[in-house]
C-alpha cells in the first residue's frame, strides 16, 4: 500500500460526529423599511426622488440616448432598445424596474426579466431604478430567501452608483458603471 493511500484510508476512518446547524437568528429591522431604505441609498451615494423630482430632473438634463425598460416611465424614452448590446455604447440613461429592495443596505434585485441586456446597468452613465415599496424587505436573509425560489438566471443586487477606492485609497464614482443612480419609489 503506497503512503497516499495509507494517508486517505486513515482518513476515511475518521468517526465524524453530526452536529446539527446552527439556528439563524432572525435579523428583521425594527422601523419603517421605507425610511431605512432611504437612509442607505443615500449612505451609498444615491437619491430617492418622488416621480415628480424625476420629471423636474429629467426635464433638466438634456440626454440624447435614453432608454426605459419600464413600462409606466417610457414615454421618457428617446430610444428603442437595441437588439444588440454593442449599440448601447452611447446610453446616457437607463431606466429599469427593479424586483424588490432590501432596507438594511439599499441593494435591490434586477434579474433577466428586467435586463434584456445585462449590460444595461453598467454601460449607461446614468441609471434609474423604479421600485415597490410594497416589495421592500427587511434584510439580506430574507434576499437570499426570495432568490431562492424565484431566480434561476443570470441577476443582480445594485445599491448605488458604482464607486471604488481601490486606486491610491481615492474614491471614484461611476469606474464601473452608472455614475449616478436614482431611485423612483412608487
Known sequence: MSSREEILNSIRGIQKENKALP????????GDLVELFKSAIEANKGEILSKKEF???????NFQHVISCSEPFHTYATQEL???????????????DAQFGV???????????????????FIT?????ILSKETLIS??????????SDHS??????????KTADIEQS?????HGAKSLRVILV
Open 139 to 148: 434584510n439580506m436573509h430574507q434576499a437570499y430567501d426570495r432568490i431562492d
Open 82 to 96: 437595441p437588439d444588440d448590446a454593442h449599440q448601447l455604447d452611447h446610453l446616457e440613461l437607463a431606466i429599469l
Open 103 to 121: 432596507a438594511e443596505n439599499g441593494a435591490m434585485w434586477l434579474d433577466d426579466s428586467q435586463l434584456p441586456h445585462r449590460a444595461l446597468p
Open 153 to 162: 438566471g443570470f441577476g443582480l443586487f445594485i445599491a448605488g452608483p458604482s
Open 171 to 175: 474614491l471614484v464614482i461611476g469606474a
Open 23 to 30: 439556528d439563524i437568528p432572525n435579523f428583521q429591522l425594527e
Open 125 to 129: 452613465e446614468h441609471l434609474v431604478l
Open 55 to 61: 420629471e423636474n430632473w429629467i426635464a433638466s438634463t
